[in-house]
């Protein structure tokens, strides 16, 4: 098995963390996009090195120990799971029919966060809680507002979940 430059890095320190810039539901996705790009020499051991970063079966035996996302990015999440991701926007109208777009944008976006980070929940509990983060960064209803930015992360409350 060879080794990926990112392993050779984490042999050398073993507290590094390299994150997911996306979301993990798409990371299937686009693993399956990088393997179609590959060579036929290149394949197999291409794979198992995609499947080394972040395995969705057991992610706490793999590389990535967090993920970070924003809205854009998110959004993508929206545009290749398409069929799911409709069946949970019209969830979300129909549990808040009043809701306007902005509101439900941003259901949307937490719940595309909140599965997410499911993603990683086997990954937090077996490092009791040092790994397996996902920062869903900025609100995009106040990406203009650093006051509102900034207030929200101070008035959220934490949680862990067990």
């Not at 197999?44 to 990535?64: M, S, V």
């Not at 306007?100 to 966060?113: M, R």
Request: with cysteine; glycine share 4%; aromatic share 10%.
């Amino acid at each position: 098995m060879k080794k990926s430059p990112l392993e050779r890095l984490m042999d050398t320190h073993p507290g590094l963390e390299v994150w997911w810039d996306s979301s993990p539901l798409i990371y299937p996705s686009w693993a399956e996009g990088v393997m179609k790009k590959a060579s036929p020499a290149r394949a197999e051991g291409l794979r198992e090195q995609l499947k080394r970063l972040y395995d969705p079966e057991h992610p706490e035996n793999t590389l990535f120990r967090g993920v970070t996302t924003n809205p854009p990015l998110s959004l993508n999440v929206l545009k290749t799971l398409e069929a799911p991701m409709a069946q949970l926007v019209d969830s979300l109208i129909e549990k808040n029919p009043c809701v306007d777009k902005e509101e439900l944008f941003w259901l949307t976006y937490k719940e595309v966060v909140r599965r997410g980070a499911e993603k990683f929940l086997p990954l937090f509990r077996k490092t009791n809680y040092r790994y397996g983060y996902l920062s869903g960064q900025v609100d995009p209803r106040a990406k203009n507002d650093t006051d509102k930015m900034i207030a929200r992360p101070l008035n959220f409350p934490a949680s862990v979940p067990t």
